[in-house]
């Protein structure tokens, strides 16, 4: 159901993920990245500030390719884990001229209210709780601002599912959520008009240990039925064995299916209902306020 958290999703697992992920950007990652970018020719609303949530791991260079989009715009960058937001001072760190005469970056926490864009790339799939993770997203929009996210979809290493089932093996991979069900969540979420679409991309390798070293950088297995513990040599020369039998293509490379989801959504303005006993929230009424002003006021 679109109202509770991923069935199949350990919390224990992801909070692990995110004290041992990678501080750098998968090559799928940037690609999905690259891709969601040219999605925003389509989009009117210019941003004065924007939020990069998490880049170290969505894509280094597709905060590079905003920044040329939104030359002129503020840029608030989140990460969440300590090495990560270290690795994004460090590799997004501008030159000192651009400091003085650029627009402002701020690391940190993203203020309430404070971005008209918030970019979030292929991150939304590994939370524990994304209803929380989306709630956290709300509130840093202004009002009619909009969301930009990405994420894995459930027909992602379908390949691989399968031939774990043949096996009778536990899955290699916790379940990811369907673009309807993201849509619901959305709403719930208090945004408006989510705009959902997907492609999948097909990835090949030449051999099993490539494929199993960047299975391992895109992210880590969740599920709360995979393997209890770590498994021997054996094991392993088994699962490279049946990696090359199962997944070889016609040109003898090893193929994988992604399923990529797109996310669009905006920020609307509150709609409250006054009545004696009604209460608005400051950050409401503030919005509400700064929505009714004619230009020039």
């Known amino acids: 159901m679109a109202n509770e958290r991923p069935p199949t999703i350990a919390p224990a697992a992801a909070r692990h993920w995110e004290l041992v992920a990678p501080a750098r950007s998968p090559w799928l990652h940037e690609e ?3 891709r969601m970018e040219d999605r925003l020719q389509w989009i ?3 941003p004065k500030a924007w939020a990069d949530w998490e880049p170290v791991r969505g894509g280094l260079a597709a905060h590079a390719l905003l920044e040329r989009r939104y030359p002129r715009a503020d840029c608030f960058v989140h990460e969440s884990r300590a090495h990560q937001a270290q690795a ?11 400091r003085w005469s650029g627009p402002s970056v701020h690391y940190g926490r993203i203020p309430d209210g404070a971005a008209q864009m918030l970019w979030a790339n292929m991150a939304l799939h590994m939370a524990a709780d994304p209803q929380a993770l989306l709630a956290v997203w709300h509130r840093a929009l202004a009002v009619d601002g909009f969301l930009m996210f990405s994420c894995l979809g459930p027909d992602t290493v379908r390949e691989l599912r399968a031939m774990y089932r043949a096996l009778g093996w536990p899955p290699p991979a916790h379940d990811f959520t369907d673009m309807h069900d993201w849509g619901d969540m959305l709403v719930q979420a208090g945004f ?6 997907m492609e999948r991309i097909t990835l090949t390798w030449e051999t099993p240990q490539r494929l199993i070293e960047e299975l391992r950088e895109l992210g880590a297995n969740l599920h709360f039925a995979r393997f209890p513990g770590l498994r021997g040599r ?24 992604f399923e990529i989801i797109y996310g669009h959504a905006l920020k609307p303005r509150p709609k409250v209902r006054m009545s004696s006993k009604s209460a608005v929230s400051l950050e409401d009424m503030r919005a509400m306020l700064q929505a009714d002003k004619r230009p020039g006021e």
């Open 32 to 34: 999905v990245g690259r």
């Open 44 to 46: 009117r609303l210019e």
């Open 88 to 98: 994004a001072l460090d590799q997004l760190s501008r030159p000192w001229w651009r």
């Open 192 to 197: 408006a008009e989510p705009v959902m679409d």
């Open 234 to 257: 054996g094991w392993r020369g088994r699962l490279e064995r049946e990696l090359g039998q199962t997944l070889s293509d016609a040109d003898g490379r090893l193929a994988l299916t």
